[in-house]
């Protein structure tokens, strides 16, 4: 076991942040076989005793999808919309998934606002732990269909640093569909012990059609889990087994410490 990755079989309070590239098919509808498989995965570190948190993307995703639109709208209430349909969608996918293996999922919707406001944070904070303690999975996203600010300036991958720092997780795992953090001719920095400039340059915005975000803003939600002394890994979410693999030491994806 790398020595770097000790620090992630410790953990048992973890949230991961599921990214659209990894729940959407090449189509555009929610790929419901890798939702199932994430959530087995869950379901094998909760033997583990570890509890988890998710931070799901989609929404938005899934009601394009829905709505047979082909690029991501750039009208606010196109967006709306979107996400209106696409949440509905997304939950029930994972009810599905996770019923047939005996666990329980919650919806919590956020805003920027609700983060900011100490006594709705707090209210927050209280229904997640709450909700973990009975041995449900929270299955958090932004509430993008009556939020303007979150569709214009948010991304889940910032969402997932405040749940995390919201919860004093012992871990925070972004999965997308890339390998980790990428420099030079594609290779992988399995380990970051320092956000320098030169890391920075490497950090680009999302060249997606269906989704926010990009390296620039997995950055920032780094230095936000760093801040608060835990670590911090973007993996792939198609990798098999991603899950189990990175909290048993696997040297996969990228930690940041």
Known sequence: ????????????LIVVKLGTGILSTHAGGLDTRRIARLASQVATLRKKSCHLVLVS???????????????????ISDLQACAAIG??????????????????????????????????????????????????????????????AEIKFGDNDQLAAMVHELIHAHACVILSNID???????????TIKKITAEIERHAGDSNSHRSVGGMRSKLLAARRVLATGRPFVIANGQTPNILPRLFSGAPLGTIFL
């Open 57 to 75: 993307s989609g929404a938005i995703g899934a009601g394009m999808g829905r709505l047979k639109l082909k690029k991501r709208p750039t009208r």
């Open 180 to 190: 980790g953090f990428i420099v030079g001719s594609n290779r992988v920095l399995p």
């Open 87 to 148: 949440q509905n969608l997304l939950m029930a996918s994972y009810e599905r998934a996770f019923t047939r293996l005996g666990i329980t999922v919650a919806q919590i919707l956020l805003t920027h606002d609700d983060m900011r406001h100490a006594e709705r944070r707090n209210n927050a904070r209280h229904t997640l732990l709450n909700l973990i303690r009975r041995g449900v999975v929270p299955v958090v996203n932004e509430n993008d269909a009556v939020s303007f």
């Open 1 to 12: 076991m790398h020595t770097d990755r000790n620090i992630l079989t410790k953990a048992r």
